[in-house]
């Protein structure tokens, strides 16, 4: 790969949206001209393949990585991340975007100039505003909400960032990276820093994601967190099983005194005796998951993203073409 002359590499995931990312290229070369380098990961396009043409009619230089299958989007973005950690030089900042607009280009360097500092690894970007469906929106704030109850940390951004060579070298060699980039970040512990911007529209086209994907990806985010998830509903689990039996002895004390009415003794007891049943049953499964889970995090070794297996071909500009 050959962008050790710019300061600055965009990872861009693509799948079926040629026109959209060719506005892309076009607004990130008006903006940096020649001071950046675009890896665009075609994430298995069968109607609309990128080209290669795309970044060279733009003038940016470039590459198209061509994956074999379609893989999701966070995966494609941990393989573009993956094969530029093995290149990418210290003093190099990295971009991960959207390719599709909503992501402006207009704003990566407010990006880049918090992450200046010293004491910031990563700039991530906070939506002031976004072009939505009230559907979506609606959904998104539900999810925000049921993120925090179970994994007791907020999230508030998503693939929009930028980050340094160490950040990029760390993150590569996490499990959780291609499940759920943002989790990735909050469990990375790297320092983080939050970056107010507006979300543009789409330059073209429909999105690919649809609601039952949006779904799958939110819980996707969860499964980052699995242990803290895991924990919570143990104790969930104990506080209910704890409220059953005092809820029960409640109505054994009610019902020697003769202030339970005829017949609620038996309902209520029977009641409270299968949620103590389910509880113990849900905290004993939550408890073995919890144990596998460890063990499994246990065995794993730290490698980078294991993109060599996904990718068909690289095809830089300048008509370069390099096989995997």
């Not at 900042?93 to 010293?118: A, C, F, N, Y």
């Not at 704030?141 to 950040?167: H, Q, W």
Request: include cysteine.
């Amino acid at each position: 790969m050959n962008f050790s002359n710019n300061s600055v590499i965009v990872v861009t995931p693509v799948y079926e949206d040629v026109e959209a990312c060719n506005r892309l290229f076009i607004e990130l070369s008006t903006q940096f001209n020649r001071d950046i380098y675009v890896v665009a990961v075609d994430d298995g396009s069968i109607k609309q393949p990128l080209e290669i043409s795309s970044l060279e009619n733009a003038g940016v230089n470039g590459a198209i990585l061509k994956l074999r299958r379609n893989v999701g989007h966070q995966r494609a973005i941990a393989i573009g991340l993956g094969y530029i950690s093995e290149y990418i030089q210290s003093e190099q900042r990295v971009v991960v975007m959207d390719s599709d607009g909503e992501d402006l280009p207009s704003t990566i360097p407010h990006l880049l100039d918090q992450l200046r500092s010293d004491n910031v690894d990563i700039v991530v970007a906070q939506r002031k505003s976004r072009v939505e469906t009230f559907r979506f929106k609606a959904f998104y704030a539900v999810y925000k909400l049921f993120f925090s109850v179970m994994t007791g940390r907020a999230i508030s951004f998503g693939n929009f960032m930028a980050l340094k060579a160490s950040a990029v070298k760390r993150l590569v060699i996490m499990q959780e990276l291609p499940i759920h980039v943002a989790g990735a970040v909050l469990v990375s512990k790297l320092r983080t820093s939050i970056c107010p911007l507006h979300r543009g529209p789409r330059y073209a086209g429909q999105s690919k994601m649809n609601f039952v994907g949006l779904v799958l990806h939110g819980f996707k985010g969860l499964m980052v967190f699995a242990e803290d998830v895991l924990v919570r509903v143990g104790i969930a689990c104990a506080l209910i099983a704890t409220i059953s039996v005092l809820g029960a002895i409640t109505a054994a004390g009610l019902k020697l005194f003769s202030i339970a009415t005829p017949g609620w003794f038996s309902v209520a007891l029977g009641l409270l005796f299968l949620m103590l049943l389910q509880s113990i049953a849900l905290a004993l499964m939550t408890l073995m998951t919890l144990m596998l889970t460890g063990v499994v995090r246990g065995g794993t070794v730290a490698t980078v993203v294991a993109y060599h297996d996904f990718v068909e071909s690289v095809i830089e500009t300048k008509s370069r073409t390099h096989s995997t």
